[in-house]
C-alpha cells in the first residue's frame, strides 16, 4: 500500500512518484495532480493524440493503487450505458413469479382499494438496487475507498452526454429517479476526462473541470521518457531519434508523430539492433512513425537531410 | 492577498480570457493552498483553474508574467518605507537579477576613495537603465562627509530627498488621478500619460532646480543636483512602471471594444483593408457566440429497428404483454445551406464576410455548399475545405470577381449544375444586390429553386431605398423568395445566420 499522504505532499513528491512508475511528466502535470487530489477536482486533459492523456489517468490508479473505472464514450452514449440500467430480465422473471403467487397475496382482501394497497407493498421492490445494474459511473462513486475515473475522449459524446456529467462532476452524485440519489462513498472517485479536442467541450463542464493542456514535449523531455520507456536503446541512438522525431513535428504533416510513436519506434530499432541513424534505416521504419502514406511520400525527400542534420548536432 | 487575485482576474479578462466568478472562487481556494511563495508553483496552479482553451493559456502565460512583475515591484515599494534606503537598493538589485544584487553588495563593501571614484564612474555609465542601484552609492558619498548637501527647495526635490516610498506612492497615485489615467485607452498613449503625471508631480520646478543647482559653485549644491537628477530618473521609471500597470488594468481591450462596437454597424463595403484582421476576429467571436446558442440543438431522428431492452423494460408495467414498442433511432442527416454569393467588384466585401460567417460556423451549420459568380457561376466548396478560411476567400474572390452580373446566367448555371440536389431540407441563401446590368433575368429557375427547398433567403447589401432603382430588379426575384432582408453589416449578418440556425435546427 503506498503512502499516499506521503506523495501527494508536494509537486515534486508526486513527480519523483510518477517517475517510479515510469510515466515523466513536467512540473505542470504533476501540479494538476496535485490540485486534484487536494481540491477534489476533475481534470479536463486535452492536447494532441498520444501524448500520455489516457496514460496519465491509468498511472495514477497505479501510483494510488486504486481501481481505475473507464468510460469510453462515443457518439450516442446515454445514460444507460453510463450510469445505470434496471436488470430488465430479472424484473421480468420476478414479476411472472410474481403473478403466480398473486392469488395468495390477495387472499382475503376486501374489496379493490385493499388488494391495491397490499400490491404496493410489493411495487417498490422492483425498482430497488437490488434490480438495479450500475454502470461505470455509478460504479465509480460506489467504491469504497475511492477509485480513479476515467471518461475517455469525451469529446466524441454528444452535448446531451455532457450536461449528465455535470452532476457527478461538481458534487460526485448521480440522481435515479426511481431511487434517489446516490452520492460518492467515503472517498470521491479522481476524475480525469480526456479530450483530443474534435470538438469545443460546453463551458459548463470546463468550469467544473481543472484544465490541463499536454504539448509534445521538448528534447530533454522526450528523452527521458523514452529512457524510462524503453532503457536499454544507446544513449547516442536515443537522442538522434528523438531530435529527428522533433524534426518532423516541424514538417507539414497530416498527422505528426506522438510520444506513443516514439516509443514505438525505438523499439523497433533497438529491434534491429541500429546504434546510429542514417537514412537507409529511417526510410524502410518510416512508416512506424508516419500514418500516412502522403506524409510517408513527403517526408521521403527531407530524410538524409534531417538525419545528417541531427547527427551533426551538438550532443 | 484576495485583492491581487481581483485584479489579476480583471487583467485575463481583458485579455480575453473567460473567468467565471465560480473559477474566481476555485482560483481562491487553490491561492489558500498553493500560496504566493513559489511564484512558479502559482503560475503552473492558476494556469490550470483560470485559462480554459489553448488560446487562453498563451494569454494567461504572458498576462501573468507581466501582471505579477509589478506587483512585487510595487508591494516591496510600498513595504519598505520604514526600512532604510540601503535595504531598498538591495531589494531593487534583486529585482534586476542578481547582477544588481552583486553591486549593491560591493558597493556598500567600498569605503577607500579611489574605490568610490571607481565605482562612480561605471554606476554612470548603467545609471539610465539602473537609477535605482545608485541609491546606496548616495549613503557612501554621505558617508565621506556629512551634511554636504544643501536642502531641496522644490516640493518634488523635497519628497525624493526624504526616501519616503510612501508619500512618493500617494502623490503618485493623486497625480494619477488628476490626469486621469484610468481613461488611457491605446497602448500609444502611455508616454503622454507618464509625462502628464509627472508634471502634475511637479517636473517643471524640479528640473529648475536641478539646473539651477547644476550651475551652482558650491560642491554641496551640486552634489545635491546630481542626486536629485538620479532621483527624478528613478521617479520616471516607476511613474511609467505605474502607467503601464493602469493600462493593463483600465485599458488595453476597451480601446479594442470600442473599435469592434464601431465596426460591428459600420457598412462592410466601407471597411478598410486594415481592419479586415479584427473584422475577422469579430466574425470569429460571433460565430461562437451563435455557435455555444445553438450548439444543443435539438436532434432529428428517423425510426430503426426495433430496440428489444427499452421495449421489453416498458412494457413490463403491462403485465409484459408486448404493445408498447420502442425503436432504435437513426440521425438523420443535418440539413444542407447553399450559399450563392455575387462576387462581383461592388458586392465582394460582402460575400467575403458571409462566407467568414458561415465557414466560421462549421461545428454547428449545418453543410454548407458554397457557389460564386458574377456571369458564371462556379461551385468553390471544394477551394474551401482545402484551404483555410482566408485563402479560400481570397482565391475565389480573384477567381470569379471578373466579368460583369449576369444574374439570369448564374440562375441557368446553378440549375444546370446542381437543382437536382436542392431538396425540402435545403436553405439557399443568395447574396446579390440583384443589379442585373438589364439582362435576362430567367426568375422562373427562381421559382423551380423556390418550389424545391425548404427556404430561399436573399440577401441584398444595398438599403432598401435604392432597390428597384436603375437596373435593379430585386422585386422581380424577391416574389420568389421566402424572405428577403437588407444585410449590410455583421450585425445584419449575425441576425440573418443567428435566424438560419433556429430554423435549421428545428
Known sequence: ?????????????????????????????????????????????????????????????????????????????????????????????????????????????????????????????????????????????????????????????????ESLLL????????????IGTVKASREPPMVFLTSNNTREISDALKRRCLHLYIPFPDLDLEQKIIHARVPKIPPELRRQMVAFIQELRELDLK????????????????????????????????????????????????????????????? | MERTLANF??????????????????????????????????????????????????????????????????????????????????????????????????????ETNPANGKRKSKSKQKGKQKPNN??????????????????????LGKLLMANSRVELAVRMAQAGEAVNVKDIQIFTQKGLYARRMMDAMGLSELNAEISDLGESRQVPARRLGQELKRRREWLREEVRDYVERQFLLHADVSGKRLREELLRTVKLSNVEHRSFRLIQEIVYKMAKRLATMHARRKKVFKRGALNVPRTLRHNMQYDGSIFDLHWKSVKIDRPKVFAVCDVSGSVANYARFMLMFLYSLEEVMPKVRSFAFSSDLAEVTELFERNDL????????????????????????????????????????????????????????????????KRVIWLNPESKNAWNAGDSVMRVYGAYCHQVEECNSLMHLERVVGNLLKQASG
Open chain 1, 1 to 161: 500500500m503506498p503512502d499516499i499522504a506521503q506523495i501527494t505532499q508536494s509537486v515534486a513528491s508526486i513527480k519523483a512518484a510518477f517517475e517510479e512508475h515510469r510515466y515523466i511528466c513536467s512540473d505542470q502535470i504533476a501540479t494538476a495532480v496535485y490540485l486534484a487530489f487536494h481540491l477534489r477536482k476533475p481534470i479536463l486533459i486535452e492536447g494532441p493524440p498520444g501524448v500520455g492523456k489516457t496514460e496519465l489517468a491509468k498511472t495514477t490508479s497505479e501510483l494510488f493503487a486504486l481501481p481505475l473505472i473507464r468510460l469510453q464514450c462515443y457518439e450516442g452514449l446515454d445514460e444507460a450505458k453510463a450510469i445505470y440500467e434496471w436488470k430488465y430480465g430479472k424484473q421480468l422473471l420476478y414479476t411472472q413469479v410474481l403473478k403466480e403467487t398473486l392469488e395468495e397475496v390477495l387472499q382475503g382482501a376486501k374489496g379493490f382499494k385493499e388488494s391495491v394497497t397490499r400490491l404496493h407493498e410489493f411495487g417498490d421492490i422492483f425498482f430497488s438496487e437490488e434490480f438495479l445494474e450500475p454502470r461505470p459511473l455509478l460504479k465509480a462513486l460506489k467504491e469504497e475507498n475511492g477509485c480513479v475515473l476515467l471518461i475517455d475522449e469525451v469529446d466524441k459524446s454528444d452535448h446531451e452526454f
Open chain 1, 167 to 178: 452532476e457527478i462532476l461538481s458534487d460526485f452524485q448521480v440522481s435515479i429517479p426511481e
Open chain 1, 255 to 315: 498527422k505528426v508523430p506522438a510520444i506513443s510513436e516514439t516509443i514505438d519506434w525505438a523499439r523497433t530499432l533497438l529491434l534491429l539492433h541500429a546504434d546510429s541513424l542514417d537514412p537507409d534505416l529511417v526510410r524502410g521504419t518510416l512508416n512506424v512513425i508516419l500514418k500516412f502514406q502522403e506524409d510517408i511520400v513527403n517526408v521521403q525527400g527531407e530524410i538524409s537531410a534531417i538525419t545528417s542534420k541531427v547527427k551533426t548536432a551538438k550532443r
Open chain 2, 9 to 110: 482576474i480583471q487583467v485575463l479578462r481583458n485579455a480575453e480570457v473567460r473567468v467565471s466568478p465560480a473559477e474566481t472562487l476555485d482560483a481562491m481556494t487553490t491561492l489558500e493552498l498553493v500560496g504566493y511563495a513559489d511564484r512558479k508553483f502559482l503560475k503552473h496552479s492558476l494556469a490550470l483553474v483560470l485559462p480554459k482553451t489553448v488560446d487562453e493559456k498563451v494569454a494567461y502565460d504572458a498576462a501573468f508574467d507581466q501582471f505579477f512583475r509589478f506587483e512585487e515591484v510595487n508591494n516591496k515599494a510600498l513595504q519598505n518605507d520604514s526600512s532604510s534606503s540601503n535595504d531598498d537598493g538591495d531589494q531593487e538589485g534583486e529585482e534586476q537579477q542578481g547582477e544588481g544584487n552583486g553591486e549593491g553588495g560591493g558597493g556598500s563593501a567600498a
Open chain 2, 134 to 155: 545608485l541609491q546606496d552609492e548616495e549613503e557612501e558619498e554621505a558617508d565621506l562627509g556629512p551634511g554636504p548637501m544643501t536642502e531641496s527647495t522644490s516640493e
Open chain 2, 390 to 453: 482566408e485563402d479560400a476567400i481570397n482565391k475565389t474572390l480573384h477567381e470569379y470577381s471578373g466579368g460583369s452580373t449576369d444574374y439570369g446566367q448564374a440562375l441557368l448555371d446553378f440549375k444546370r449544375m446542381c437543382l437536382d440536389d436542392v431538396d425540402n431540407r435545403t436553405t439557399i441563401i443568395i447574396l446579390g444586390d440583384a443589379r442585373n446590368n438589364y439582362g435576362e433575368n430567367r426568375q422562373l429557375i427562381l421559382k423551380e429553386m423556390y418550389d424545391r427547398a
